[in-house]
């Protein structure tokens, strides 16, 4: 019951959040489709799936702690607290999945009919062709919902781990962990710039590259590797959650 009680007020808040932002990338199609027609000029959009990637992380970063702290006022157990919130952020990926395919659908649909382009991250990653975007079949957007549906539930993961760290650690450690990764990311990404992989010896980097490579070449590829990462995501985040702190002092 107090599973059932947690699980109804996650999908009640993570709902009414998602909802408002489905609203607003409903309105900003809809605008760049307005705008198309009024000044009779090219528009284009894509991978707006990457907004629900960012706004499911954040979701997941932010509501462990507010229901957290729920479940500890209510005497509900650590476990029953992952429970439902695990199975609240699959309910909303099964829902944000849904609204990204209808998006796509609008969207291609407009395409064929303005002069409004339309690229699904699905359409980028895996249609792109000689500089063209082929919009997908009808049959292939239940692949195209299983890929988005795979993609949230695992940054969700993700985003339930980082909230499950930065609760345990005080104010001073909130800024400066956020900021080393960041900067360690930036670094990283202007090394690689410079790296000639041609001739970098590296059966690591070798592999990588080759691993990368493969997840392009199918859908199924990534929607099969996706599920595997989240499943340990959630693990090593219920090892903090059962050794979390039952006050909740921390600011």
């Known amino acids: 019951?107090?599973?059932?009680?947690?699980?109804?007020?996650?999908?009640?808040?993570?709902?009414?959040?998602?909802?408002?932002?489905?609203?607003?990338?409903?309105?900003?199609?809809?605008?760049?489709?307005?705008?198309?027609?009024c000044i009779d000029t090219n528009g284009s959009f894509g991978g707006m799936e990457m907004g629900t990637v960012i706004f499911m992380m954040i979701s997941g970063i932010v509501f462990y702690r507010e229901s957290l702290a729920l479940s500890m006022q209510n005497g509900?157990?650590?476990?029953?607290?992952?429970?439902?919130?695990?199975?609240?952020?699959?309910?909303?990926?099964?829902?944000?999945?849904?609204?990204?395919?209808?998006?796509?659908?609008?969207?291609?649909?407009?395409?064929?009919?303005?002069k409004m382009?339309?690229?699904?991250?699905?359409?980028?990653?895996?249609?792109?062709?000689?500089?063209?975007?082929?919009?997908?079949?009808?049959?292939?957007?239940?692949t195209i919902f299983l890929m988005d549906f795979t993609m949230y539930i695992t940054v969700s993961s993700l985003g339930v781990l980082i909230g499950a760290?930065?609760?345990?650690?005080n104010r001073i450690l909130k800024i400066i962990i956020p900021l080393s990764l960041w900067l360690i990311f930036q670094i990283g990404s202007v090394i690689i710039l410079?790296?000639?992989?041609?001739?970098?010896?590296?059966?690591?980097?070798?592999?990588?590259?080759?691993?990368?490579?493969?997840?392009?070449?199918?859908v199924y590829h990534l929607t099969a590797v996706l599920p595997c990462i989240a499943v340990l995501l959630t693990a090593i985040a219920f090892l903090f959650v059962r050794r979390v702190p039952l006050n909740d002092n921390k600011k």
């Open 76 to 114: 509900i157990s650590r476990k029953t607290f992952f429970m439902a919130l695990i199975l609240g952020f699959i309910t909303i990926s099964v829902l944000a999945a849904a609204g990204d395919s209808i998006i796509n659908i609008i969207g291609n649909t407009y395409e064929k009919h303005t």
């Open 165 to 169: 760290l930065l609760y345990r650690l």
């Open 194 to 218: 410079f790296i000639d992989f041609k001739f970098a010896d590296n059966k690591i980097i070798e592999a990588f590259l080759k691993f990368i490579q493969w997840l392009e070449e199918s």
């Open 1 to 37: 019951m107090k599973l059932k009680s947690i699980y109804k007020y996650l999908i009640w808040q993570q709902g009414k959040s998602y909802l408002i932002y489905f609203g607003i990338i409903f309105v900003i199609v809809h605008l760049g489709l307005l705008l198309t027609l």
């Open 117 to 142: 382009f339309y690229d699904s991250m699905y359409e980028q990653m895996y249609l792109y062709q000689s500089g063209t975007s082929i919009s997908p079949k009808i049959s292939e957007y239940p």
